[in-house]
């Protein structure tokens, strides 16, 4: 008994030690996005690449040492290098084709034609400095063709864009694009749960770019393979 409860006081401190999210906005990675404007192209004649452009600006790892150097081999690490970043990516386009046939004049709104999309990667370990790092997603060009966005300038209703470290979230200032004038947190907040609850509909057609050629690999590190 007289060991438990040193014990349970060593679990509880531990648990609440434990970060569950990085929350100062874009202390530890920030997206190298200009005006909301994610980078989207034609390919080819196949796909359409969406890149995720991100920096990093501080080791979550070296933040919580404190300046101390780690003392087992578990926690030892190279602070060169950042393992187990994974990328996720929400995006929806506006079906330009069933808006234009249909219209709203049968009672349809704006957003009856909204069509998500979703994907994600995991470094399995990335090299740690300040330049831009880009994950890359396709998406096919006969589907934005056949819905009608497929133009000169791809433009996005909206997206939203996750980066974790280990399972933890880092907070991003603009992680949520939503193209509605005045959009309030409130509804920034609404468009990215219907992004996530919307986009299983469509699975599979966002992909990571690495899984068509590992050349999108070039500059980045490793992924973590997914089993299909």
Not at 153 to 177: H, M, R
Request: aromatic letters at 14%; charged letters at 25%.
């Amino acid at each position: 008994m007289k060991y438990l409860l040193p014990y349970l006081l060593f679990v509880l401190l531990t648990a609440f030690t434990i970060p569950t999210s990085y929350a100062n906005e874009d202390e530890f990675a920030k997206l190298d996005i200009i005006s909301n404007k994610l980078p989207i192209q034609k390919e080819s004649d196949l796909w359409l690449n969406i890149s995720v452009p991100f920096k990093f600006l501080k080791h979550p790892r070296l933040e919580s040492l404190n300046g101390r150097r780690p003392s087992t081999i578990e926690g030892a690490f190279n602070p060169k290098f950042i393992n187990n970043v994974k990328v996720k990516l929400w995006i929806c386009f506006e079906n330009k084709f069933k808006k234009d046939l249909i219209g709203t004049s049968e009672g349809q709104k704006d957003t009856d034609y909204y069509q998500y999309y979703d994907s994600e990667v995991e470094y399995q370990t990335l090299e740690f400095d300040r330049s831009t790092k880009t994950a890359n997603f396709l998406f096919p060009a006969a589907i934005a063709e056949r819905d009608g966005f497929l133009e000169a300038y791809v433009k996005p209703v909206g997206y939203v864009i996750e980066i974790s470290y280990d399972g933890v979230e880092f907070a991003l200032s603009d992680g949520i694009y939503f193209n509605y004038r005045g959009a309030t947190p409130q509804v920034l907040e609404s468009f990215k749960s219907q992004a996530k609850s919307q986009s299983s509909k469509n699975k599979g057609i966002l992909v990571p770019a690495h899984e068509i050629s590992m050349n999108y690999l070039q500059g980045m590190g490793p992924p973590r393979m997914q089993s299909r």
